[in-house]
């Protein structure tokens, strides 16, 4: 059974910096890519980032680029969500998912397994 596992979540000021991770077993991490999604209350679930598992990302939203960056450290299982420089309009549920494939798949369809999210709110 897939299982991703999410962590890292909380509140932030404006202009503050979150560290988001997505824990999954070692098998996962080693044949599929991994993405990063946010839902924000009444608005449809965004892509924002994928890594392949040969490390390579690929950027679904253009509102994150120079300030969110994805990695993923084989050791730990683990991939990684640096937000950095966030804004108010950040504040989602963020979501890490499995692609289909060991590259990053062009659309949201092609993540088949889902964590349970992660809360960031971004306020003064």
């Known amino acids: 059974q897939v299982q991703l596992v999410e962590s890292g979540g909380g509140w932030v000021q404006p202009g503050g910096s979150l560290r988001l991770s997505c824990a999954a077993n070692e098998f996962i991490l080693g044949m599929y890519s991994i993405g990063w999604f946010r839902q924000a209350p009444g608005k449809e679930r965004e892509g924002i980032l994928c890594?392949?598992?040969?490390?390579?990302?690929?950027y679904y939203a253009d509102s994150v680029k120079g300030r969110f960056t994805i990695s993923r450290d084989k050791a730990k299982n683990t991939v990684y969500l640096q937000m950095n420089s966030l804004k108010p309009e950040d504040t989602a549920v963020y979501y890490c998912?499995?692609?289909?494939?060991?590259?990053?798949?062009?659309?949201?369809?092609?993540?088949?397994?889902w964590g349970q999210g992660t809360q960031v709110t971004v306020s003064s």
């Open positions: 890594i392949s598992i040969e490390e390579i990302s690929t």
């Open positions: 998912a499995q692609g289909r494939y060991y590259y990053c798949p062009s659309t949201r369809d092609a993540f088949d397994f």
